[in-house]
Every structure is written in structure tokens, then in C-alpha cells.
């Protein structure tokens, strides 16, 4: 039971980039998926969350306009488009699989990170 993010990368401000989450051994259909993020010396935050059953979705304020989560079920895998990259998105983003939350203690199954640097 894996999860793989990958797609991070060193971005200049106003920057695209697209993060993608693979499944490997487990089906993420039976899971709510989120993606979180964790700055140099700051906790783990919340960034999006998308439902296991009808693709409601929610993200933070922060990145609400700039960030979409989605998900395609036929490759098992979760990506989140960001958009207007801001230096302040830097962080290791990492995705897990759970229930509908922005909370890390509802999410069992985490990926091992991926880094995002954005150069003002």
C-alpha cells in the first residue's frame, strides 16, 4: 500500500505546475484524497481535498482561485494544478488518502513528498 506524489520542481512567481499522486497496491476510489503542505519550520497544513464519491472538493483560502484538485479514477491517481505560484507556496506538498478533512489525523496513508520551491 503506496502512495507516490511527484511533479514538484523550482518555479519563478506566476508559475504553473501539476502534482500527481499514484495509488499502488490499494484502490484510491474508497478514499477521500487530500493534499497538505509543510513550510521550513511551520506545521502541516491542509491545501485541498477532494470527496471519495461525488468530487466535492475544498481548498484553502489561501490557494482558493489558484489551486484545483482532481482526480482520475481509471489511473488511480490524484493531481493538483497550481496555478500563480506565490514564494510563499513553497513547502514539501504531500498527498494521503482518508476521509473529507483538512485535519492530518483523518488521513491514514501518506505519500513521501514532493518539493516545491518558487523564486520571487
Not at 505546475?17 to 519550520?41: E, I
Not at 506538498?93 to 492530518?104: M, Q
Not at 496513508?109 to 518539493?115: I, L, V
Request: glycine residues 14%; proline residues 2%; aromatic residues 10%.
Amino acid at each position: 500500500v503506496q502512495l507516490q506524489a511527484s511533479g514538484g520542481g523550482l518555479m519563478q512567481t506566476g508559475g504553473s505546475l501539476r502534482l500527481s499522486c499514484a495509488g499502488s497496491g490499494f484502490d484510491l476510489r474508497g478514499y477521500a484524497m487530500g493534499w497538505f503542505r509543510q513550510a521550513p519550520g511551520k506545521e502541516r497544513e491542509g491545501v485541498s481535498c477532494i470527496s471519495r464519491s461525488d468530487d466535492t472538493t475544498y481548498h484553502a483560502e489561501s490557494v482558493e482561485g489558484r489551486f484545483t484538485i482532481s482526480r482520475d479514477n481509471a489511473k488511480n491517481t490524484m493531481y493538483l494544478q497550481m496555478n500563480s505560484l506565490k514564494p510563499e507556496d513553497t513547502a514539501i506538498y504531500y498527498c494521503a488518502a482518508g476521509v473529507f478533512s483538512v485535519y492530518t489525523t483523518d488521513f491514514g496513508s501518506w505519500g513521501q513528498g514532493t518539493q516545491v520551491t518558487v523564486s520571487s
